[in-house]
């Protein structure tokens, strides 16, 4: 069975300048070929991902291609392929008529650098990376067994991680799954609310979020170019990093109990306009608004893509699945007598049925709605 680890890394000073030119060298190919895929696209030509990689040969035979030879070739080989998934993640976009990006160049400047190798291993308490030799690094949870398949190198805030892939020979372990249906309406008061009459709690990142508006505005502060910028630049990386560790030990542990179940059914996200919702979560708008209610918004948001992410892969992994359902009218309806009405809703908190006077908590009526939706409207996952 596949699994995922992510460590620390401790490269010296030699080492790091390696990744970094790593980086830049995954980065310089990903730009040129794709910048090569977009002109011939516009020929009415499509360069496959094989065509792709068999151009990176001359492009290290070019003068001033060399630098490509010093770098890790499956990292290069590894980035043209993401040229390709980028590709494939954007048609799959406009197909669901979601929010479409067309792939992007990368940039140096991006806060997370990163590059895939196919070819590592780990020798007592280091991972051996192709050209940069034997990096310190930091195990915990027992020994990786069994092989290596990618090895994700990153740099964010000052830190390095790999997260190893690895086949450990085992049988998929099915986890336990009591067999159960439920429905879970996500939302904005309540982070989730379950047909089983669970609420779920929004995490408190009230802290952090105000130490990355705090680090944000020290950062405008800075001069242009000048070293207290970059200081202030990398403690405002850190920042948002912190956040989004706690955020996503929540949603892991969330979505672990959530793939107890045997069906998970959730509105279908990519028709129902999230961005709109969201802006109901600005709690206090008299707080300096645009800074913090943009990044409400925006940590909403990851939030709810990276809990489907992880809900469907956990339930799958336990032998259930996660159904998508059609959204249309789950906060109207009246779950007890189907009557369908906008008056129903009398509050945001509140759901009171003009018709058979059933009064519920307005997220549990929803999350009701959602379950009972399984196969009529489904949209399977
Ligand atoms: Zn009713």
């Known amino acids: 069975m596949l699994k995922v680890v992510k460590i620390r890394l401790y490269p010296n000073k030699v080492q790091q300048q390696l990744i970094h030119k790593t980086f830049g060298s995954c980065r310089f190919v990903y730009n040129q070929l794709l910048d090569a895929k977009i002109k011939a696209y516009e020929c009415g030509d499509n360069l496959s991902a094989y065509e792709l990689k068999k151009r990176l040969v001359p492009m290290k035979n070019v003068e001033g291609g060399e630098f490509l030879k010093e770098v890790d070739s499956t990292a290069l080989q590894n980035a043209v392929l993401k040229i390709d998934v980028a590709y494939k993640n954007f048609f799959r976009r406009v197909k669901q008529g979601g929010a479409v990006g067309f792939p992007k160049f990368k940039s140096k400047h991006n806060s997370y650098q990163s590059y895939q190798t196919s070819t590592a291993s780990i020798k007592e308490n280091k991972l051996y990376l192709p050209k940069i030799g034997e990096v310190k690094a930091k195990f915990h949870r027992g020994k990786i067994i069994g092989k290596i398949k990618t090895v994700t190198l990153s740099y964010e805030a000052g830190q390095y991680h790999a997260s190893i892939n690895y086949e450990d020979g085992l049988k998929e372990s099915v986890g336990s799954n009591n067999g159960r249906k439920i429905g879970i309406d996500v939302g904005v008061k309540a982070f989730a609310y379950t047909s089983d009459n669970q609420k779920i709690k929004h995490i408190n990142l009230k802290k952090e979020i105000a130490n990355v508006i705090k680090a944000q505005k020290v950062l405008s502060r800075r001069r242009k170019g000048s070293k207290n910028r970059q200081k202030a630049k990398s403690k405002l990386a850190k920042k948002h990093l912190k956040l989004k560790n706690k955020r996503n030990d929540f949603l892991h542990k969330v979505t672990k109990k959530l793939s107890e179940n045997q069906t998970v059914a959730v509105e279908n996200l990519m028709i129902k ?57 789950t906060s109207q309806k009246c779950s007890c007598c189907g009557h369908i009405s906008k008056e129903n809703r009398q509050s945001q908190a509140n759901f009171i049925c003009t018709k058979c006077h059933t009064a519920l908590n307005a997220d549990y009526n929803a999350s009701v709605n959602i379950l009972n939706a399984v196969g009529t409207t489904v949209k399977a996952s």
């Open 273 to 329: 306009n999230m961005s709109k919702k969201a802006k109901g979560s600005i709690e206090n708008p008299n707080m300096r608004a645009s800074a913090k209610s943009g990044l409400n918004r925006s940590i909403l948001q990851q939030s709810w893509g990276k809990f489907f992410e992880l809900l469907e892969y956990k339930l799958k992994r336990n032998g259930g699945q996660l159904i998508k359902v059609d959204p249309k009218y």
